[in-house]
């Protein structure tokens, strides 16, 4: 669906993709917005994904590289949005390459790691439910994918599709296909991954580091899209709730272990052919629908004129899910742009953050740990206690990230503490605005000027737009918050 229709979504109405995922759906944006990423951050951050060219632009740029590289290198040739194999072939001579259609060329990793001589790629499945604030996960189970042929790097194999490709829709027109329907063994084609890394541990290979590496990659190639989905969602999405998606990650592990990206299916195949599809698809949709927190609406919901949904008995929030406010006040809108204008290399200054709690800061914490509570067998990879590093990433900070980022340093090791906060605070109804907890409506009497930490925020009333812009000063002192206009400063201070 184009980026426009998902205008028409209501607020209680949830669909499977968010505007703007095609940015690393399609195999020729993916690899332009990694390379975008590795220009910088360097090949050390983001140097784990093939050497690409986009055909016809980049034309002159593969000539050189494929003089420069000599005679005996392969290359892969990809349609830029096709799937299951489809239009896909190795090549390593300069005639073999197709001129009239857009494609993508690839250097061929041509040292794979293989097992019993044949060659496989992983199917990972990652779960992404929000971009604003970004909350990625990654399903703990997955499939091994494996090619039918035994491999050979020989130039002679190079048209040998069963060989050189892992997809399932190629392979099991072999002859040779054996197929496998038990999740725990070695053999056949697929296997689940959880049998692949117990197979590697018998071999003495660290699996937790592969998977550490995996997981990696993944939460740098969402970040990669950030800044395309979100500018698309505040555009044309009316309300958070409204999208999510399943990305089916496709990687190989070269001679060495390391992973590689080789692309990422926006809409990956939950057809179940086999037992072993059932047994591991089955759960891990489950375990999605779970984690999607449907909400069925009542009734007059569902009229013209409404937009509001109910929830689950369950949450932090209450049985019944009341209209929250779409929008932030003035006080929230200031605060955000204060911790935005901050460097974050001060980790006791980020932590300030959770002094003061705004109603939308505690909507956004109490739905985050109610949607981990629902996780099953998917792992919340970010954010999470270690995902500080991963901020410098996003093309502009966001202040919901830095919320979350703070919350998960705070309360990993103690997470029944933070939830009980969050209830005792839905429980004083603060989430839909009520400031009557001196928590969150400070009113202080003494304080130490010299303490503070002030900026300087130009606010525009939305309701009053023929009122010149206001100067706010925002000031922080352990966790108190004191904000003056500065046209009362001469008459009466005005306090919150």
Not at 39 to 46: P, S
Not at 262 to 279: A, F, Q, R
Not at 327 to 336: A, L
């Amino acid at each position: 669906m184009k980026s426009p229709g998902f205008k028409a979504i209501r607020e209680f109405q949830k669909l499977n993709h968010f505007p703007g995922s095609f940015q690393i759906g399609r195999k020729d944006r993916l690899w332009r917005n990694l390379s975008k990423m590795q220009a910088r951050f360097g090949k050390r951050e983001f140097g784990f994904f093939p050497r690409s060219f986009i055909l016809p632009q980049d034309i002159k740029l593969l000539r050189k590289a494929w003089e420069d590289g000599g005679s005996k290198q392969k290359w892969i040739v990809k349609p830029p949005a096709s799937a299951r194999g489809i239009g896909i072939q190795v090549i390593h001579k300069w005639s073999q390459m197709p001129r009239k259609r857009p494609l993508l060329v690839q250097k061929y990793l041509h040292k794979p790691y293989l097992i019993s001589g044949n060659k496989f790629d992983l199917r990972i499945y990652v779960y992404v439910t929000s971009y604003d604030p970004l909350r990625v996960y990654i399903f703990n189970d997955g499939l091994v994918r494996f090619a039918s042929c035994k491999y050979s790097p020989s130039m002679k194999t190079l048209n040998n599709k069963f060989m050189h490709l892992t997809n399932y829709s190629v392979n099991k027109k072999n002859s040779e296909y054996q197929s496998n329907s038990d999740d725990k063994a070695c053999q056949g084609n697929p296997w689940a991954l959880k049998a692949l890394w117990q197979y590697l541990g018998s071999q003495g290979i660290n699996t937790t580091l592969i998977w550490d590496k995996i997981k990696d990659m993944v939460i740098k190639t969402i970040i990669a899209s950030d800044p395309y989905v979100n500018s698309l969602v505040k555009m044309h999405v009316r309300s958070s709730y409204s999208c999510h998606e399943l990305f089916g990650f496709d990687i190989m592990l070269d001679e060495n272990l390391k992973p590689w990206v080789l692309e990422v299916n926006i809409s990956p195949s939950l057809h179940s052919n086999t037992p072993l599809d059932v047994s591991i698809k089955g759960q891990m949709i489950r375990d999605l629908l779970n984690l999607a927190g449907f909400v069925l609406p009542l009734r007059e919901d569902t009229a013209p004129s409404s937009s509001s949904a109910s929830s689950s008995t369950n949450s932090l929030c209450g049985a019944v899910r009341e209209k929250w406010r779409s929008d932030i006040s003035t006080d929230e809108k200031v605060k955000r742009a204060f911790y935005l204008s901050q460097r974050f290399g001060d980790q006791d200054f980020c932590a300030t953050i959770l002094d003061v709690l705004t109603p939308d800061d505690v909507r956004v914490l109490a739905e985050s740990e109610d949607e981990l509570c629902r996780k099953g067998d998917f792992e919340r990879v970010f954010p999470s206690h270690a995902s500080s590093r991963y901020l410098r990433f996003f093309e502009q900070p966001r202040y919901l990230n830095i919320l979350l980022n703070q919350w998960e340093q705070k309360y990993w090791l103690n997470r029944s503490r933070g939830i009980n906060l969050l209830r005792d605070f839905c429980e004083k109804r603060v989430h839909l605005g009520n400031l009557a907890d001196s928590v969150h409506h400070l009113h202080p009497t003494t304080l130490d000027i010299q303490s503070f930490q002030t900026v300087c925020i130009h606010v525009t009333s939305s309701d009053t737009p023929s009122r010149a812009p206001r100067v706010v000063l925002f000031c922080f002192w352990r966790g108190i918050r004191l904000k003056s206009r500065l046209n009362e400063i001469t008459g009466q201070m005005d306090w919150c």
